[in-house]
Structures are given as C-alpha cells and as structure tokens.
C-alpha cells in the first residue's frame, strides 16, 4: 500500500520491519508484565529456552502451513523452498504459528514433566504477548499491500493497495487493519480478564485462541484467498481444527481448578 523505505541504498521491507518492531514490543512488554504477575519461579534460562522454543513453533509453523497453502496453489514442489526463505519473503500463515503452539509447547510440557498449573500459567503469559506482537505484525502486511487484503467493497474504507506485487485496482476491505484493530481490542480484554475475580489459570489462554479462531474463520469469508478444500481456505480448516483442540482441552481440564 505503501512504497518500501530505502535508506543509505537499502530497500526495507514494511513486512519485516514491522514483524521486527512487533517481536521487540512484546520482548519489552514481557520482560515488565512477567514481574507484574510474577511468573514460576524457575532457573532463568528455562524460561529463555522456553521462549525460544515458542519462538521455533511460531515461525516454523507459520512458514509450514504457508508453503502448504502455496503448493496447493501452485502444485508445484518447488513451493518446499518457502520454508527456507527470509522472513521479508513472506508467505507466513497466522494459523499454523497458533496450531503448533497448541500442539507443540503442551507436548514438550508433558515431555519434561512440567505441572498442568504451571504450564496454563505460561500459556496465559505467552497469550498475551502473541496478541500484543500480533497488533504490529499486521500492520505490516497491511502497508507493504503484498495481498493479504479482502474482497471488493463499496464501503466508504475501502482501500487500493498500488505498491504491492499484488496490486488491487478496486476499493477492498484492508483486512489486515481489521486484524490490528481486533486484536487491539482483544490485548486490553485479556489484560482485564486477569483482574476478574473468576479469572482462573488458563482462562486467558482460552479465551485468546477461541476468540481468535472464530474471529479469522469469520474473517477469511471476505479474504481473496482461495478456497482450496471444498469451499474453504486452508486458513479456515486449520483453525476450526485448532477451536476443536480447544474444546477438547477445556472440557479435559476443566476440573483442574
């Protein structure tokens, strides 16, 4: 939507730009919130390696589920090189960052034998800085135009996005603002929940990911991705399977507390 920046000869990229400037606010955010709701009182480089690990199923998942959606585009196999691209090179899908987090950290959780409380009490700590990240990376997809914007619209918001590699003649929906914005909302409602007096460990985790799951499969009916799996978009399945995990795990381990 917007032009790149170069600076002294080097073009950035609006797309990583802001997914480095989202990674950096949530590192600050939750070196500051982590001493407000003191978390377990584990060995410091647990809870780096812990974060690194998060880090891992984020972006790998991201990129995994995203070559997958570009193969079944292209049905190409050359799309297995997107996996080892730089991350101004795109192709990332949300829903496999969130899908591998929900399997992968309770998996190595389990593996290592740490507490259900204590695992729940992370998660709601990583919950609220994925959403806060989430605010900027956005951001980025919505300035750089590279076509993670709607269908065509005739409301008075909607957007060209003339500088991408995808550029839209029409007006569309700026559905990576709708994003943001929602997740805007969504960091300052998980913040309050804390405060409730029903609040319980895990229930921000609960809250952050079926929100989100309802909120993307709802937002991928005016998303001009394709629909590759009967009339859905591999967005859309990976996360009403994600809302069937959490599901499951809630009725699991309701009882917990």
Not at 97 to 123: E, R
Not at 230 to 236: E, G, R
């Amino acid at each position: 939507m917007i032009p790149k920046i170069t600076l002294l000869g080097y073009e950035f990229s609006w797309f990583a730009t802001f997914h480095f400037i989202g990674v950096l606010i949530a590192f600050i955010f939750g070196f500051f919130y982590a001493q407000k709701v003191k978390l377990p009182n584990d060995k410091n480089i647990y809870k780096l390696l812990w974060v690194l690990f998060a880090i891992f199923l984020v972006f790998f998942g991201s990129r995994l589920i995203g070559m997958i959606d570009y193969y079944l585009v292209m049905h190409d196999f050359e799309s297995i090189k997107v996996l080892f691209k730089s991350p101004s090179y795109g192709h990332f899908s949300w829903s496999g960052s969130i899908l591998f987090l929900v399997l992968g950290l309770p998996l190595a959780a389990n593996l290592f034998k740490v507490s259900i409380q204590k695992q729940l009490f992370y998660f709601d700590f990583l919950s609220i800085l994925l959403c806060l990240m989430t605010i900027f990376t956005k951001l980025g997809c919505q300035f750089s135009g590279d076509g993670c914007y709607g269908i065509t619209t005739n409301l008075p918001w909607g957007m060209h996005f003339e500088y991408g590699p995808y550029p839209s003649i029409l007006p569309v929906h700026p559905t990576a603002l709708y994003d943001s914005l929602f997740h805007l909302f969504l960091f300052i409602w998980l913040l309050r929940i804390r405060k409730n007096e029903t609040y319980y460990h895990g229930k921000t985790t609960l809250v952050y990911i079926t929100t989100i799951s309802i909120f993307y499969l709802a937002l991928e009916t005016i998303r001009n991705t394709p629909r590759l799996i009967i009339d859905f978009s591999v967005a859309q399945v990976v996360y009403f399977t994600i809302l069937l995990i959490m599901v499951t795990c809630f009725l699991k381990y309701k009882r917990v507390y």
